[in-house]
């Protein structure tokens, strides 16, 4: 039946509005209005109070209904006889009445009737849904198939009410947040279902999970099923194809990747071709340095090289993506990924490189790893991984392997000693205590062991000699103890040797001359004693000494100056005593730093040193120097730095002269109640001088 509303505007302008009803029962020869009110009793018994919120300014609209015109409610015919029971809806609810005595405005009728449109309109999807779905099943009950539905079908009132006409037919949603909008195609689902579970990915009771819809895996198998148009191969004679079941896994494995790592924020375009109806090998683009990121290499249509080198992947790393067993090479290197590594990772037969490092993963290795018999690099780096460092990873014959600046703790386990191809080993950074095992020895291809800022306590093993492979020591700021051992001098390829901030104890051993590679030699803040041994003389490669804060005694060895390499030296709070030797001065083309503050020199300063041209900071304060300030120091052009106060020279240092008028000369400190120094920049007038006057920042 049909029928006409006529209302009126304040202005008097009118319309007539038709409202369609199907139901021919239902108030054929009525002027009648379709709303949805807020039913609320009052205190008649046959009246009902109607109220709307006006949705653009938010104020209410109140209308009073008698029971004798309520024709419908929520679409079904209701004879009231005037009796208010009849007629009172649980709740909202869409009403059909007999307008004769009712008055509505115009702007809120409008509204109504759209709505009442729109809900018929969604009515009309669903019901057109639910007959293909009907027509569908009988079809598969024909030839004896048995369809299944997984649990994360959609309700109707997930349905949208609308859609866009000019939107294409098929779009991806790329969209984390997707909740499935239709039914899976049975043939579609089925084929996924059986290869998920038959590639172990997934069982039976994950794919019927409740709460498999809003979960990267659910979304995954959305788009899989409704929204992927890629079309499997599944016979051809003139090639060796890889299983359908294995395609299937593979390309719902990139999909959950996708979405368990927010991807539409990924960089470099890859959004736009990550889930599209291309093959998986040629999901890839540039990145600004023309490096290819995505899927960067295949092998017979298999995955075996991804990397996603910083491309702003957050999220977790889901553990399908490890059920690819062909890969090879995985990088998700400086991105923003959380959550621990899945233990899935060890199915990875075939990997031998991984990069994990400069993200926010957490949790315990997995020890899973060491069953990655080809993982030849291995880099875990800057994460904030916590637990100990499994034994299994003994397991391995990795070359490279990376854990440093995390929050690992425990001891180093003894059965790294048997990961002989082993080339690096970085561990700093971390909370490992215990000692250091006397397994490493067996590490004949080391080249860079680092360990530093750790609490690792104990003695460093004699068995360190064994590594004559070694380029980089670095065992800084422990709570190493003992003495240094002789055998050091047996790593004749080291570079750098850096012990600082240990508690060792003893003498330098002379054998260190050994290392007749030795670059960098940093044993600061310690408690060594005895006196800086000559033979470093003959260390001709050596750039930087760092002895200072021990307690090392007797004179400076002229064999100093034969490191005519060494840009810095610091042999600061000691107890050396004697002169400055004059051989200083040979290391005119090279010295930039010296600084023996803090020590019981005696004697003058040697003119001889003002030709070390490259000199920037030269710190003599605190010793029992005596004589004047030799103008000489006015031909060092490069100074910055030269604390004088704290010891017992004299003299004038001329406003004008060569000291005063260096450009670049930004500290100057002497004794002023001593020596004359009209342009100190600090000046101390008794002895000792204040400890501020020395807090000069250094780069030692």
Not at 9 to 37: E, L, R, Y
Not at 418 to 423: A, H, N
Not at 558 to 566: D, F, I, M, N
Not at 613 to 637: M, W
């Amino acid at each position: 039946a049909t029928a006409t509303t006529t209302t009126a505007d304040d202005d008097s302008n009118s319309s007539t509005t038709p409202v369609s009803n199907d139901d021919d029962s239902s108030a054929a020869d009525h002027d009648v209005a379709i709303i949805t009110p807020v039913i609320r009793r009052q205190d008649s018994e046959d009246t009902f109070s109607v109220i709307v919120e006006e949705e653009e300014e938010g104020r209410q609209r109140q209308s009073r209904i008698s029971v004798a015109h309520v024709l419908e409610i929520n679409g079904e015919v209701v004879y009231t006889d005037g009796d208010p029971n009849a007629v009172e809806p649980d709740g909202p609810a869409y009403i059909v009445v007999n307008e004769e005595n009712v008055e509505i405005e115009k702007p809120w009728y409008c509204k109504r009737y759209i709505q009442a449109m729109l809900v018929v309109f969604a009515g009309s999807i669903v019901a057109v849904i639910l007959i293909i779905g009907a027509l569908q099943k009988d079809a598969d009950d024909e030839v004896g198939e048995v369809s299944s539905v997984p649990s994360f079908t959609p309700s109707a009132s997930q349905i949208p009410t609308a859609v866009p006409s000019d939107l294409p037919t098929h779009m991806p949603s790329r969209n984390p947040s997707a909740v499935p909008s239709m039914s899976p195609t049975t043939e579609r689902y089925d084929l996924l279902r059986s290869s998920l579970i038959a590639e172990g990915v997934v069982d039976d009771e994950q794919l019927d999970d409740e709460e498999l819809s809003s979960s990267a895996v659910g979304q995954a198998v959305h788009w899989f099923v409704h929204e992927d148009t890629f079309e499997f191969v599944l016979d051809d004679s003139s090639t060796t194809l890889l299983p359908i079941e294995a395609q299937v896994a593979q390309r719902f494995a990139m999909a959950v990747l996708y979405f368990a790592t927010n991807g539409p924020n990924w960089r470099y375009g890859l959004p736009d071709v990550w889930l599209s109806s291309r093959p998986i090998c040629e999901w890839s683009v540039l990145d600004w340095e023309d490096y290819i990121v995505g899927i960067i290499d295949c092998k017979d249509d298999v995955p075996t090289r991804i990397s996603f080198y910083e491309c702003n992947l957050s999220g977790t790393i889901p553990p399908e993506l490890f059920y690819i067993t062909d890969l090879e090479f995985l990088s998700f290197a400086y991105n923003k990924l959380s959550g621990i590594i899945p233990s899935s990772i060890g199915l990875l037969n075939n990997l031998g490189e991984l990069y994990l490092h400069e993200n926010y993963l957490s949790g315990v290795i997995p020890t899973s790893i060491g069953l990655l018999e080809q993982l030849e690099v291995f880099r875990l780096s800057k994460n904030i991984l916590s637990g100990t460092i499994p034994s299994e990873l003994g397991r391995l014959n990795s070359r490279s392997i990376y854990l440093d600046n995390n929050a690992i703790s425990g001891s180093i386990p003894s059965e790294l000693g048997r990961i002989g191809s082993l080339e690096r080993l970085w561990l700093e950074y971390n909370a490992l205590t215990g000692t250091l095992p006397t397994s490493i020895g067996l590490l004949k291809n080391v080249f860079e062991m680092t360990l530093d800022n750790n609490s690792i306590s104990g003695t460093i093993p004699t068995e360190i000699g064994l590594l004559t492979s070694l380029i980089l020591l670095h065992l800084p700021r422990n709570q190493l103890d003992g003495v240094i051992p002789s055998e050091i001098g047996m790593l004749a390829k080291a570079i750098s040797l850096t012990l600082h901030f240990n508690d060792l104890t003893g003498q330098i051993p002379s054998e260190i001359s050994g290392m007749k590679s030795l670059k960098i030699i940093v044993a600061s803040g310690n408690q060594l004693s005895g006196t800086i041994p000559s033979e470093l003389g003959i260390m001709s490669k050596l750039d930087r000494v760092l002895l200072y804060d021990n307690l090392l005694t007797g004179s400076l060895p002229t064999e100093l100056g034969l490191l005519t390499s060494v840009a810095r030296m610091a042999f600061d709070l000691n107890r050396l005593s004697g002169t400055i030797p004059s051989e200083i001065a040979m290391l005119r083309d090279s010295l930039t730093l010296l600084s023996l503050l803090d020590n019981k020199l005696t004697g003058s300063i040697p003119t001889e040193m003002g030709v070390i041209s490259p000199l920037q900071h030269l710190f003599l304060a605190l010793n029992k120097l005596t004589g004047t300030v030799p103008s000489e120091i006015g031909k060092l052009s490069n100074l910055i730095a030269l604390p004088l106060s704290d010891n017992d020279l004299s003299g004038t240092i001329e406003f004008e002269g060569p000291i005063c008028t260096l450009e670049n000369l930004v500290e100057l400190i002497a004794d002023c109640h001593k020596v004359v120094c009209p342009c100190c920049t600090k000046c101390c007038v008794e002895n000792p001088c204040p400890a501020e006057f020395y807090d000069i920042p250094l780069d030692k």
